[in-house]
């Protein structure tokens, strides 16, 4: 079922096309990783991935969602990487820096990028709808982009100084530099599915545009919860900002996967449906990490969301709860806070319930995002990716 | 040679696409305006355009430049408008601002907004090559909107606190609000292009987003010549850094128009280069009018330029000059300038050749253009729009 047949995959340039300076194009098959869980599996049933689980000479299978994003960085940073090659040398420089690829003298480093969540969940829609995952590394490096995009502008405009252990992108080149790289690698995100001759590039390309307007919609909620007193965001409204700033992405990833595989309209509206599910749970959890995270794991000082005064959604939902915790949080957000007012704003969350709340609303939105894959995708053990991508996402402590 | 007969043009929803929510597309044939000069002559000979010109009744033809504007205005302002109102409400609001349609508090304004030189370009370069104008608003409404989204940005990379006299988008609703309506109106333009069922709506939208990578560059370069001393940037840097700032999405415009004309890759190079030519005797002119403009035409003060100690390319030919006056500007440029200095750095500007030199600059650039043009494009006197367009972009006052 892949649309991209060896020889004649999104590897071919357009022909007669009028297109701008040639790039190097997302090719079907790229260069074999040295990793394992490169091999993305496809076409296996669940049946005979149990069998290959037990054997001894297959690392791969049953390995999970850490070697499914594993094995997504291996299958998309050689195209990533090509991509960004192509940018103008200083704003290559600043996307390097900001990928963990070089310091900020433009030195090699690996300090480690992000998790890839999106990109393996692209390879794992399209997989789950019977299609060769490597017939969509195109879409899942334009995702990749488009998230990385998104991290460097919400960096400026919320300034904060730290992302991935290391001095944010405008904290090191300052904020036109910052800017000026996130609407470069926005527009290489387009520009390498626009150049994919494969048919269903056009309806990829409004989707991945109308996603990046929902993000933009999140972000300036956020931005505008900000401003607001406490008392003045609902939960509504909160859990609408998260869905358009999270989960628009994760289900636009899942989309394009099932659109790269061929899909019908129904189950593209499917995936994406899961994906957005997810998101609010992945969402959920970020904010409970956001409070409860390890430091030295999450590379943001203990609390950093509450001494922002951010309105998380399990703050909302503890002020929200009616209870003396609500009064004392609503107190706490009223005035900067130190160390100290952080740990007690943190246990007046717990207190008036927003902790658990937070946990029982991931699981919920998993349950029927489970649910509604399973309705979706014919073959349901080609959905284990997927739902081990989901499932890791709402447990993950970083 | 129209690739939009009537009822197939790009107002036919692509069929089965799997696309996002639907996006109201550019038609083939927008709401007649009121403005006779919204009727873009098609298919004129210049013969019969001259004809035209001497009756009484005719008052379209010959009008020239102002005209042209004022129809691509009327013609892609509908489209625009509508483009603009499937943004989520909260950008909408800055979007309707920057561009002139509403105050800051949302009410209705009319304080006119960019002079649609970029959407004229499209058209003049759809009907130069035999097609009918009105089949190339799609792409017109899409430069249109790429423009305003570098302008909300550069804004707030430059700190401009004024644009078209007023206060700019960042100095109103704030820098994050700025910055996400630009990302917006960026993927608003693409999706548009991209919703196009056209078969080339693929190498279109490639096309506008390698511009947009330029135009990052261009900016980019921009500023990182302001934080070099004065004699550290050479004109050849400048003269790049203007094509990428300036030319590129002028080229861009007329390849566009080309594109959506049917013409074939040659036919399309051609026309980028005209634009791109044509673009930095704008810039050129810009650049003057930067120094000596009318503050009550440009909406900025006199030698807002120079008090930005901003590396123009009259400027840089100015210091490059080996004069007396050079090693005046230079100094001039390296302290901050009262009323009185910049009078001054101007008058040195002018006796270090710095202004002959970008007039003549300009000239020879539009000379380069037409002549390319002419042998580029078959009907010449198709392409009178075009040049009048790119003969008004140098004569302009503000």
Redo the contacts between chains.
């Keep these: 079922m892949s649309r991209h047949p060896a020889g004649a995959g999104p590897a071919a340039a357009?022909s007669?096309?009028?297109?701008?300076?040639p790039?190097r194009q997302c090719p079907a098959f790229p260069t074999p990783s040295p990793h394992p869980a490169a091999d993305l599996r496809p076409h296996r049933t669940h049946r005979e991935a149990h069998m290959t689980m037990t054997s001894q000479d297959a690392p791969v299978e049953g390995l999970g969602a850490p070697a499914l994003l594993e094995g997504a960085r291996a299958a998309v940073e050689p195209e990533l990487r090509a991509a960004v090659e192509t940018?103008?040398r200083?704003?290559r420089r600043v996307a390097r820096y900001h990928l963990g690829w070089a310091d900020e003298h433009g030195a090699p480093a690996a300090t480690g990028g992000g998790k890839a969540i999106r990109p393996a969940l692209v390879l794992a829609a399209a997989r789950a709808l019977g299609a060769d995952p490597l017939g969509a590394v195109c879409p899942a490096v334009a995702v990749e982009l488009v998230h990385n995009?998104t991290l460097l502008?919400d960096d400026?405009?919320d300034e904060d100084p730290t992302r991935r252990h290391r001095p944010t992108a405008w904290a090191v080149f300052g904020?036109?530099?910052a800017?000026?790289?996130?609407?470069?690698m926005?527009?290489?995100a387009?520009?390498l599915l626009?150049?994919d001759?494969l048919p269903t590039?056009?309806?990829a390309?409004?989707?991945l545009?109308?996603?990046?307007?929902?993000l933009?919609?999140g972000?300036?909620?956020d931005?505008?919860f900000e401003d607001r007193p406490p008392e003045a965001v609902t939960l509504d409204e909160v859990l609408a900002m998260a869905t358009a700033k999270t989960g628009a992405l994760l289900g636009t990833s899942c989309?394009l996967g099932a659109?790269y595989a061929g899909?019908?309209?129904e189950a593209?509206?499917a995936l994406d449906a899961f994906g957005r599910e997810a998101g609010l749970a992945f969402q959920l959890i970020d904010d409970l990490i956001g409070i409860w995270g390890d430091p030295g794991r999450t590379g943001k000082p203990a609390g950093a969301d509450l001494a922002a005064h951010k309105k998380s959604l399990p703050v909302v939902a503890a002020l929200a709860s009616g209870t003396e915790a609500a009064e004392e949080l609503a107190e706490l957000y009223r005035h900067p806070m130190d160390e100290r007012a952080v740990r007690r704003a943190a246990a007046a969350v717990e207190r008036a319930g927003g902790r658990d709340w937070a946990q029982a609303a991931a699981a919920e939105r998993m349950a029927g995002a489970m649910d509604g894959l399973a309705r979706a995708v014919p073959d349901v053990a080609a959905a284990d990716d997927l739902l081990a991508l989901a499932e890791f996402v709402t447990r993950r402590t970083r």
Tied chains: 1, 2.
Excluded at 16 to 21: K, M, N
Excluded at 179 to 184: F, L, N, S, V, W
Excluded at 209 to 214: G, K, M, N, R
């Design positions: 357009p007669g096309a009028a297109g701008p300076a790039v940018l103008p200083p704003i995009f502008h400026v405009i904020v036109p530099d800017i000026i790289t996130g609407d470069a926005l527009s290489l387009v520009r626009a150049a001759p590039a056009g309806a390309v409004a989707r545009t109308e996603c990046v307007i929902e933009c919609a972000q300036q909620a931005c505008a989309a659109l899909a019908g309209d593209v509206a």
